[in-house]
Nanobody, 119 residues
């Protein structure tokens, strides 16, 4: 199996910055795309940012210019700047991973990390 573990969430004031991380481990042959999603109370889970194995990125319009996704081997990071109260949500790591050379990728999720933006 594959495990994704997020870290780095917390409470930050509006306008502040925070970096969250996600580490993938387990039966990993190859990691394809990795990404961050978020879910606020009463809302659906939404894509925040995604990065391919080749380094191509895409972002939700609401975070463009403020958030930056990056990856390093089995780690993916989300640098969040100029945070707003509406960024408050549980942030989930997602990765498309194949466990051997015979099979295609499957999607895996982390348990989530809370980010709260409030004064």
């Amino acid at each position: 199996q594959v495990q994704l573990v997020e870290s780095g969430g917390g409470l930050v004031q509006p306008g502040g910055s925070l970096r969250i991380s996600c580490a993938a481990s387990g039966r990993i042959f190859r990691i394809y795309a990795m990404g961050w999603y978020r879910q606020a109370p009463g809302k659906q889970r939404e894509l925040v940012a995604r990065i391919t194995s080749g380094g191509m990125t895409n972002y939700a319009d609401s975070v463009k210019g403020r958030f930056t996704i990056s990856r390093d081997n089995a780690m993916v990071y989300l640098q969040m700047n100029s945070l707003k109260p509406e960024d408050t949500a549980v942030y989930y790591c997602n990765a498309d991973v194949s466990s051997n050379s015979m099979n295609g990728p499957s999607g895996f999720w982390g348990q989530g990390t809370q980010v709260t933006v409030s004064s």
